[in-house]
């Protein structure tokens, strides 16, 4: 069973960009799927890419195309979500997601990141 | 883009069947995955390629999916059920969760 551990809270302030990391023990990278997923306070969940190391390629949501980037490195089986140009409105919990390399359904979850967003 | 609809709160009695709904454009033609989420907790999956259950996960939940509605059923309801149930839909490189909903056993 794959675990997922995910890097501590930041403070960013608008403008700036943030780079949250996943990193991943007690299963094989290349069978998973990973995604990120992210709740703004009170609301619901809202899928933001993912990446398939087996085939080593990535997929964004429309909405966070050209702000977003996923990347991996296989050697410490590690993921990582980058986001830019932050404003007010990225405040929120970023999970990491592990599902399988074939569909894009998310088993195993991380603790969540809380990135806040402030001047 | 694709959307996906879920009824802001459904209400149970502890016991009873209480049905959680999930309704797109010809849903019933892709993959659904249901998950719930109990406050300051990470998302668990319940459901996943509409009637897949993974291992740990009671009997008691259930899913399926036709036309253009997957339905989440959760038979003889129990007070640590009460939580929000998101439903997750994907195709081609597409994945869209729904608005969440509230689940009360009551």
């Known amino acids: 069973q794959v675990q997922l551990m995910q890097s501590g809270a930041e403070v960013k302030k608008p403008g700036s960009s943030v780079k949250v990391s996943c990193k991943t023990s007690g299963g094989t990278f290349s069978s998973y799927s990973f995604s990120w997923v992210r709740q703004a306070p009170g609301q619901g969940l809202e899928w933001m890419g993912g990446?398939?190391?087996?085939?080593?390629?990535?997929h964004y949501a429309q909405k966070f195309q050209g702000r977003v980037t996923i990347t991996m490195d296989e050697s410490t089986s590690t993921v990582y979500l980058e986001l830019n140009t932050l404003r007010s409105e990225d405040t929120a919990l970023y999970y990491c997601?592990?599902?399988?390399?074939?569909?894009?359904?998310?088993?195993?979850w991380g603790q969540g990141t809380l990135v806040t967003v402030s001047s | 883009s694709y959307e996906v609809t879920q009824p802001p709160s459904v209400s149970v009695s502890p016991g009873q069947t209480a049905s959680i709904t999930c309704s797109g454009d010809?849903?019933?033609?892709?993959?659904t995955s249901w998950y719930q989420q109990k406050p300051g907790q990470s998302p668990v999956l319940l459901i996943y390629q509409d009637t897949k259950r993974p291992s740990g996960i009671p009997a008691r939940f259930s899913g399926s999916n036709s036309g253009s509605t997957a339905t989440l059923t959760i038979s003889g309801t129990q007070a640590t059920d009460e939580a929000d149930y998101f439903c997750?839909?994907?195709?081609?490189?597409?994945?869209?969760f729904g608005r969440g909903t509230k689940l009360t056993v009551l």
């Open positions: 010809k849903l019933g033609d892709k993959y």
């Open positions: 997750q839909v994907w195709f081609s490189t597409t994945v869209v």
């Open positions: 990446i398939i190391p087996i085939f080593v390629t990535t």
């Open positions: 997601a592990g599902g399988s390399n074939t569909n894009w359904y998310m088993k195993h």
